[in-house]
């Protein structure tokens, strides 16, 4: 079935570095990809909308120039968090609908530590 | 924007009595309200869904009921096991069905 992949599952870096997450549709083609955080013990907070051949959509407040989005085919979109800060811990994760109006399938989901 | 309300916040109740736990959504062009369940540090489950053209919707012990004029829909879960403690999030999506916004959770506590 369809499935949406996601790496690294964990990764820890070093505060002022840049990391990349990549969001990855198996099995079938998304053109949109959506990105989330989500803090510790709070709910699932939208960042963007990641567009195959355009530039990504990002919701109020978050910093298009530090969560950069790359939409490089329909199969996979990269998030990434560049310079680093500890406050951008959390648990990263992505989503893709099978097709427009379809089921929503999730990533995994990145658990990401800045220190 | 879309804005979801989630409550309550916690929920305890015992062993094989029912929960409910309740949303409301602003955008009256959402038309996909999907329920998920999380485990830590895990993705979401989807345990149901609605659209806007069924009022309810039945899945076991699950259930969800749609309100469009009120914009509010709720989950029933009857016959509460401990195996159901968990952190449930309502969703509401945009006008085409892919962009979600999630409620704020509901704690789930099945004392046994």
């Known amino acids: 079935g369809a499935v949406v992949s996601q790496h690294p599952s964990r990764v820890i870096c070093k505060s002022g570095t840049s990391v990349k997450i990549e969001c990855r549709s198996l099995d079938f083609q998304a053109t949109t990809m959506f990105w989330y955080r989500q803090f510790p013990k709070q709910s699932l907070m939208l960042m963007a909308t990641s567009n195959e051949g355009s530039k990504a959509t990002y919701e109020q407040g978050v910093e298009k120039d530090k969560f950069l989005i790359n939409h490089a085919s329909l199969t996979l979109s990269t998030l990434t968090v560049t310079s680093a800060h500890p406050e951008d811990s959390s648990f990263y994760i992505c989503?893709?609908?099978?097709?427009?109006?379809?089921?929503?399938?999730f990533g995994e989901g990145s658990w990401l530590t800045v220190v | 924007g879309e804005n979801v309300e989630q409550h309550p916040s916690t929920l305890s109740v015992q062993e094989g009595d029912s929960a409910v736990i309740k949303c409301t959504y602003s955008d009256s062009a959402s038309n996909y309200f999907p329920w998920y369940k999380q485990e830590l540090g895990k993705r979401p489950q989807l345990i149901i869904d609605i659209r806007s053209n069924v009022g309810e919707k039945k899945d076991q012990r699950i259930a969800v009921t749609l309100n469009k004029t009120a914009k509010h829909f709720s989950l029933h879960i009857t016959e509460t096991q401990p195996e159901d403690s968990a952190v449930y999030f309502c969703?509401?999506?945009?006008?085409?069905?892919?962009?979600?916004?999630f409620g704020a959770g509901t704690i789930l506590r099945v004392k046994s």
């Open positions: 969703a509401a999506s945009d006008r085409y069905g892919n962009k979600l916004v």
């Open positions: 989503s893709a609908p099978l097709s427009s109006g379809n089921t929503i399938y």
